[in-house]
């Protein structure tokens, strides 16, 4: 939960702004301005999403209404869009949430492997759920990965199509992480869901290492084979989402030596334990608390009130 600045807006459609959902530094890399906001009334806060400024509003409203019309357990919800609006927006009831790259921060370094692990069959069950339907994500990477109490979910759905569409360079292009990108799609290609294993084996690398275009030594040992076979330029070469969903489940053995890290604290995800480390569970408690006694910024109490 980050402050506003003089540039960020007071309401986005009914709602007045709290805060931030991004860190600054990370908001290049980021294909959505994010921030979390409460009604006029105050009986609703909601996280609130609308396009950058470089990205054309119709595309991007066209795939917030194809994700509001989704209904894939592990994929970010969106309960309202408004596409007419200028600029347009979507919005979902609040949930305290951390971006994976505010969670690495918040944990001081990369998270302990069996967080990895444990994220990477969560996120990849969720594609392949969505990839069974016949929808590709094609907005997979570390900002697209919002950590909660509940595990891990995917937003920035259709932000890769968002940005361009199939045939024009997208590699460069605001909001998208370039190491994230499929070679295919980078230039061009129509996202497919080999495309998102690809995305996804880059979050995984960047979870594990903070960066997601590693080398195979700098990976710990049991993700090695699974990040890199993800990572594949060769789009037939990629495990599919459900294949590495049930690798990464398997259990693995356990190191001889003390982990390095505190415990991961186990948290519920659809009945399932989920571990996030203590650092960030306390992170999650402290901005459940923030909101509760957060205030709009003045200009948007003035014009709440006329």
């Known amino acids: 939960m980050e402050q506003l600045r003089q540039d960020d807006p007071a309401w986005i459609g009914p709602y007045a702004v709290l805060a931030r959902v991004d860190e600054e530094r990370e908001r290049q890399r980021t294909p959505d301005r994010r921030y979390i906001a409460r009604s006029a009334d105050g009986r609703r806060t909601v996280l609130v999403h609308a ?35 200028l600029p347009p927006w979507y919005a979902a009831p609040y949930t305290p949430v951390l971006p ?43 900002a697209a990965v919002l950590l909660g109490p509940d595990g891990p979910l995917l937003a920035s759905f259709g932000a890769v199509r968002a940005v361009a569409p199939d045939g024009a360079q997208r590699l460069g292009s605001p909001g998208l992480d370039p190491g994230c990108l499929a070679p295919e799609q980078a230039q061009g ?9 690809y995305a996804l084996g880059a979050v995984l690398s960047y979870a594990s290492t903070g960066y997601t275009v590693p080398e195979r030594e700098e990976l710990p040992a049991s993700l090695r084979e699974p990040v890199t076979a ?29 982990p390095r890290s505190a415990a991961p604290v186990p948290t519920v995800l659809d009945g399932r334990s989920f571990p996030l480390p203590a650092r960030i569970v306390a992170a999650l408690a402290r901005q459940s608390a923030a909101v509760l006694v957060a205030q709009p910024a003045a200009h948007a109490q003035e014009v709440g009130r006329s």
């Open 51 to 85: 396009p950058r400024t470089e990205t054309d509003p119709a595309r991007w409203a066209a795939e917030a209404e194809q994700a509001r019309r989704l209904s894939v357990l592990g994929f970010a919800p969106v309960t309202e869009v408004d596409g007419t609006a």
């Open 100 to 142: 994976l790259t505010t969670a690495l921060a918040v944990h001081g370094g990369p998270l302990p492997e069996a967080v990895v692990r444990a994220l990477g069959s969560a996120l990849a069950s969720a594609l392949a759920t969505a990839h069974a339907q016949g929808v590709t994500h094609a907005g997979v990477s570390p």
């Open 189 to 197: 290609g129509r996202p497919r869901p080999l495309g998102d294993v």
């Open 230 to 258: 993800c990572l594949a330029g060769d789009a037939a070469r990629r495990p599919s989402a459900a294949d590495l969903a049930a690798g990464l489940a398997a259990p693995t053995p356990q190191p001889q030596s003390p």
